[in-house]
């Protein structure tokens, strides 16, 4: 049964950072490419970053040089951290698995509000 469990969401101030964490269970991590969604409602999920199994890491233009994804494969842990956060990244963010047989799995979501 595969399980990806996304934790560190909260409330913050304008400027303000936090770092989300995704531990997963069930699949073959290292194997795994990993990224990070998130939704608002009415709106479709996007993406926000991913890292492949090798290390090879893309993000949306407008989280360049403000948000960084990582994993450890040690932990079978993926990390996003969003500095100097803006309220137009209030969303739910969620997790996201690839297997190799482009199998999809995804984490049941944590919300992060910037507000002040």
């Known amino acids: 049964q595969v399980q990806l469990v996304e934790s560190g969401g909260g409330l913050v101030q304008p400027g303000g950072s936090l770092r989300l964490s995704c531990a997963a269970s069930?699949?073959?991590?290292?194997?795994?490419?990993m990224g990070w969604y998130r939704q608002v409602p009415g709106k479709a999920r996007e993406l926000v970053a991913t890292?492949?199994?090798?290390?090879?890491?893309t993000y949306e233009d407008s989280v360049k040089g403000r948000f960084t994804i990582s994993r450890d494969n040690a932990r079978f842990t993926v990390y996003l951290q969003m500095n100097s956060l803006k309220p137009e990244d209030t969303a739910v963010y969620y997790c996201n698995a690839e297997t190799r047989l482009l199998n999809q799995f995804w984490g049941q979501g944590t919300q992060v509000t910037v507000s002040s």
């Open positions: 069930g699949i073959v991590f290292s194997n795994c490419a």
């Open positions: 890292i492949t199994s090798r290390g090879i890491i």
